[in-house]
Each structure stands twice: as C-alpha cells, then as structure tokens.
C-alpha cells in the first residue's frame, strides 16, 4: 500500500530536510514516527528538500507499509509521535503510479522579507530582515524579466548537483503589506537556494544598488559569482507541489486559512 502525507515542519529545528548521520533531520524525525506506527520501518520519498532553517507548509511525502491502518492512524496517531515543530495535516491512499517527486507538476515557495528598522524578536527564525527601506515595486518589474524557461546557472549554488540550470520559472510576484514584504515563487523544479539567491539579486534591486536590467544580464551571463548574496534561510518556505488531478492530491492552501501565508 502507498501512502501519501502532507507536512508542516518548523525548519529552525533540523539540519534540513534530508536525513543525515551527524544531525536530526525532518525526514528522520517524520520516518520515526511513522515506523511506530506501522510496526516496521518505513522510508519517505519527498517532493523537493529544503535545506536547514527552511520552512515547509505542505511538504507532500509518501511511503510504501505493509501495514492496514485506518487514515487517521497515519495523521493524528502519527502527530502523537512527532515533535512540536513537525505536524503532519492529510493522509491517502495512492497509486503505485504515485510518486511525491517525479509526478510533481511544479513547486511552490515563499520568501518573507520584516522591512523596518528593528528586527523582529517574537518571529526571528520566520522572517528575514533588511533595515534599508525596499522598492517592492522595482523589485517586482525586475522579477518579472525571469519568468519563462531560462538557464539558471547564475541563480544556484556551487554546491548543486542538477545536471543542467534549465528550469520554467512560472511565478516570482513581489508585494508588500505594511512591513513585510513576500515573494511567492513558483516553478517546475528549483536548483540548490535559486529562490535564496533570486531574493538576494531582487534586494539589492530594491535597495536601489542595481537596476532592473541586471537581471536580465546575470541571466544572460549565467555566472554565479556576478550574482547577489544567498538571502537567509529562516525567511524562506516551502509552501507545496501540485500534482495531476488523477493522484487526488489536495491544494492545501485553498483548504484553510493559513496565517503564516496570508497575513
């Protein structure tokens, strides 16, 4: 039988999603929870890792169990067993077919910027902080010269293993509310901190150090090194995939209201 979650996790907590053998993980944390559960290991496949100090709302993971266990076992028997920081949300029945990466249409990330003169104590590992005043309006004109499917390589680490920086990007809107300003973006698969790195080129955009051709030009160019800082982990969150219908795997922003998305 496959199963397939949906999970929310406090990044500020673990060193990244993967599991690793120096350091607690989300994935290590979630499989352990499960394993009881099912009264036997079980391993999770995810929809896209995040690294340390990220966030994730709807991380969409599924496992293969021996184990007959009623739907709610897998989600509030589950929660019983994770920390505080992890909860998992949904849990059904798939298909063989299913698979939480590869059947993966695109991914969905969020990136929220505190913009004032003080950082923030009460939301210091949800929230970047930049104290220079932001053009979000600027920040935005040059964010939309990237949408389409481009080569990427200025835009990731030197750290990264995709075989190629080809990427769709599908949406990289740019907006403010009073203090905080949140970049949402969307794409069919992302190279190791492209939303980081995007978001660092689109601050010194907005700090009015760049113009909205440089963009344009680093992309052209393709050379990391011309490119602006890596933005802070603690900003950035995973927000969900899509998949096709077929897999009837929810939207779980449109299932509820969700405060840390929409305020």
Not at 75 to 83: D, E, I, P, R
Not at 126 to 152: C, N, P, R, Y
Not at 233 to 255: N, S
């Amino acid at each position: 039988m496959r199963i397939a979650l949906a999970v929310e996790y406090d990044g500020s907590a673990f060193c990244g999603w993967q599991r690793q053998p120096h350091c607690h993980s989300v994935q290590a944390e979630l499989e352990q929870a499960l394993s009881k559960i099912a009264d036997e290991p079980i391993t999770v496949s995810c929809s896209g890792r995040t690294d340390t100090g990220v966030h994730g709302l709807a991380q969409v993971v599924h496992f293969d169990s021996n184990a007959v266990r009623p739907l709610k076992a897998w989600t509030f028997g589950t929660n019983t067993h994770l920390c505080k920081q992890v909860a998992v949300h949904w849990a059904g029945e798939v298909s063989d077919e299913f698979h939480a990466r590869f059947k993966a249409l695109n991914r969905s990330y969020q990136y929220r910027i505190l913009n004032r003169g003080t950082r923030s104590g009460l939301h210091a590992d949800k929230l970047s902080w930049v104290i220079q005043t932001l053009d979000e309006k600027a920040m935005h004109a040059a964010a939309q010269q990237l949408i389409g499917t481009h080569d990427f390589s200025a835009f990731r680490s030197s750290d990264c293993q995709a075989k190629h920086a080809v990427r769709e990007l599908q949406q990289l809107d740019v907006r403010r509310q009073g203090q905080l300003i949140t970049i949402d973006v969307k794409a069919n698969g992302f190279l190791h901190n492209m939303v980081r790195i995007l978001t660092g080129c689109l601050i010194r955009v907005g700090k009015g150090e760049e113009q909205a051709d440089w963009l344009l030009k680093l992309l052209e160019e393709g050379d990391r090194t011309q490119a602006g800082m890596t933005a802070p982990a603690q900003g950035l969150c995973f927000v969900q995939p899509t998949y096709p219908p077929e897999f009837g795997i929810p939207d779980f922003r449109a299932m509820a209201h969700n405060p840390v998305l929409d305020s």
